[in-house]
């Protein structure tokens, strides 16, 4: 019995030095981005540079848009939080691709871009509270056929297809639509015309100003992607219209690390902060017009309460 108890022993001592050898202390497991960021004194910051007016590259090279100032503002506050004035900004390309990757593998501590919150993506990343309460819009050539124009444009009954209000599948066999690949877009767009069984090609496109050139050079007869590019992408030429309608509701977050409680409460507590200052207001005219009752609603009802 003696030398049982003491065999056991032995074990017991191995396997507690080999996990003390393999495992992190548990104050390694439990740091986050707000240790990191103490440590380093810097922030590394991902964006879209094709995304305007979310996040884009303007013409000095530099990060810009309005995701972007929001998360100027998370820095602003991690400053004050951790007492490092002197913080430090990285700002790193990121693409429709790569952007959930190099989060996840810690290359960005916050993507200040253009993505929409689902369910799948919650399997990658954690997101922010809203930041912008977007959708699917479609892009077409100022001189589309009438016919195109008034399928997309139509909604149907209680009981028809949301895609389109008439069946025009005829004019539709014929139509090529473009898409950013690993978007939203492209998933809603490959679902709807499974569901009614439109024939129409779909070309997938690398990013937004590929697509818009697709449509431009009439390579394309539509572009879907998220509205607000659209509109922006559209402003400087005539030849482009975007769709009133909006075919889907979405929200638009900053996306971080999952697990990340700490970074995520800054996050949140900021932008709640933020969205009750008169200097919110200005910067979201700045990029999307003064905000309408709808807009307003929607950030009074996603701010959290202190």
């Given at each position: 019995?003696?030398?049982?108890?003491?065999?056991?022993?032995?074990?017991?001592?191995?396997?507690?030095?080999?996990?003390?050898?393999?495992?992190?202390?548990a104050s390694a497991l439990a740091a986050g981005t707000l240790d990191a960021v103490g440590k380093s004194g810097?922030?590394?910051?991902?964006?879209?540079?094709?995304?305007?007016?979310?996040?884009?590259?303007?013409?000095?090279?530099?990060?810009?848009?309005?995701?972007?100032?929001?998360?100027?503002?998370?820095?602003?506050?991690?400053?004050?939080?951790?007492?490092?004035?002197?913080?430090?900004?990285?700002?790193?390309?990121?693409?429709?691709?790569?952007?959930?990757?190099?989060?996840?593998?810690?290359?960005?501590?916050?993507?200040?871009?253009?993505?929409?919150?689902?369910?799948?993506?919650?399997?990658?990343?954690?997101?922010?509270?809203?930041?912008?309460?977007?959708?699917?819009?479609?892009?077409?050539?100022?001189?589309?056929?009438?016919?195109?124009?008034?399928?997309?444009?139509?909604?149907?009954?209680?009981?028809?297809?949301?895609?389109?209000?008439?069946?025009?599948?005829?004019?539709?066999?014929?139509?090529?639509?473009?898409?950013?690949?690993?978007?939203?877009?492209?998933?809603?767009?490959?679902?709807?015309?499974?569901?009614?069984?439109?024939?129409?090609?779909?070309?997938?496109?690398?990013?937004?100003?590929?697509?818009?050139?697709?449509?431009?050079?009439?390579?394309?007869?539509?572009?879907?992607?998220?509205?607000?590019?659209?509109?922006?992408?559209?402003?400087?030429?005539?030849?482009?219209?975007?769709?009133?309608?909006?075919?889907?509701?979405?929200?638009?977050?900053?996306?971080?690390?999952?697990?990340?409680?700490?970074?995520?409460?800054?996050?949140?507590?900021?932008?709640?902060?933020?969205?009750?200052?008169?200097?919110?207001?200005?910067?979201?005219?700045?990029?999307?017009?003064?905000?309408?009752?709808?807009?307003?609603?929607?950030?009074?009802?996603?701010?959290?309460?202190?």
């Amino acid at each position: 019995m003696d030398r049982s108890l003491a065999f056991i022993s032995r074990v017991a001592l191995a396997i507690a030095a080999f996990a003390c050898f393999v495992l992190p202390p548990a104050s390694a497991l439990a740091a986050g981005t707000l240790d990191a960021v103490g440590k380093s004194g810097k922030l590394t910051l991902g964006y879209r540079t094709d995304a305007r007016p979310f996040s884009f590259k303007d013409e000095s090279g530099n990060a810009a848009g309005y995701s972007v100032a929001l998360c100027k503002k998370v820095a602003d506050q991690l400053k004050a939080e951790l007492k490092l004035p002197a913080l430090a900004l990285n700002w790193v390309p990121v693409t429709p691709e790569d952007r959930f990757r190099v989060l996840a593998e810690g290359k960005v501590d916050l993507l200040c871009a253009a993505d929409s919150v689902t369910l799948s993506r919650r399997k990658e990343v954690s997101f922010s509270i809203p930041i912008y309460l977007g959708g699917i819009g479609a892009l077409l050539r100022s001189d589309a056929p009438f016919g195109l124009t008034k399928a997309l444009s139509e909604r149907a009954g209680p009981s028809g297809p949301l895609w389109r209000g008439t069946p025009t599948e005829q004019l539709l066999v014929e139509q090529t639509f473009a898409v950013v690949s690993g978007t939203t877009s492209e998933k809603v767009l490959a679902d709807r015309i499974g569901t009614f069984q439109l024939k129409a090609k779909v070309v997938p496109v690398k990013d937004y100003a590929s697509g818009v050139q697709a449509v431009f050079e009439r390579k394309a007869n539509v572009f879907f992607g998220d509205r607000p590019i659209l509109l922006e992408a559209a402003k400087s030429r005539g030849e482009l219209v975007v769709l009133e309608r909006r075919f889907t509701d979405e929200q638009i977050a900053l996306a971080l690390k999952r697990g990340d409680d700490d970074f995520r409460l800054v996050v949140d507590r900021t932008l709640s902060r933020l969205y009750a200052s008169p200097e919110f207001r200005a910067e979201y005219a700045k990029w999307f017009g003064q905000p309408d009752q709808r807009a307003a609603a929607f950030f009074r009802s996603v701010a959290q309460p202190e």
